[in-house]
């Protein structure tokens, strides 16, 4: 294996695999994605080094490989719903039970699908702006605007759903 493909292995796995087990929502599925998603990009590590954004070409490998994971399980899916599977399943992490993670993952419900896909990118798979551009084509501007404006949407949401508000 290239070196070039070893480095973007160590500084992306935690991040992909974070976004997978995210948008999955169970570690045995995700992690068969995650080795097929790192095995197709060794199979074109050749093309690596004309990448421009390497992060952001995994993910772009990430996120169609989720997006085929449900095309999959076509017993699940009925008619062109396929968005409707790509929000989030609940993610259990015994570790995290507090009220205001629980709050958290209620609120998110509440986000539109681009929405969710945007912070999904942000905070879960911990993207720069410019790389999520790249993946959703839109400006870097727009994303940064919006997402802080959904930053603020969830604060208010998870205060309501508190009772403090």
Excluded: H
């Excluded at 004309?50 to 997006?67: C, G, H």
């Amino acid at each position: 294996m290239g070196d070039t493909f070893i480095r973007i292995y160590d500084e992306c796995f935690d991040d992909v695999y974070r976004y997978v087990c995210f948008k999955i929502g169970n570690k045995w599925d995700a992690d068969d994605i995650v080795s097929d998603i790192f095995r197709k990009a060794c199979e074109k590590q050749s093309t690596l080094k004309k990448i421009e954004n390497p992060k952001a070409w995994l993910f772009m490998i990430a996120r169609n490989s989720v997006i085929d994971f449900y095309r999959k399980k076509k017993s699940l899916l009925i008619g062109d719903d396929l968005e409707f599977y790509l929000n989030p399943l609940p993610f259990e992490d015994p570790f995290n039970q507090s009220d205001e993670m629980e709050c958290l993952k209620k609120s998110l419900n509440y986000l539109s699908k681009e929405d969710l896909e945007i912070t999904n990118l942000r905070y879960f798979a911990d993207l720069r702006f410019k790389e999520i551009a790249e993946i959703l084509d839109k400006t870097e501007q727009s994303l940064r605007v919006k997402s802080s404006r959904i930053t603020k949407k969830l604060g208010l949401l998870v205060k309501k759903c508190l009772g403090e508000e």
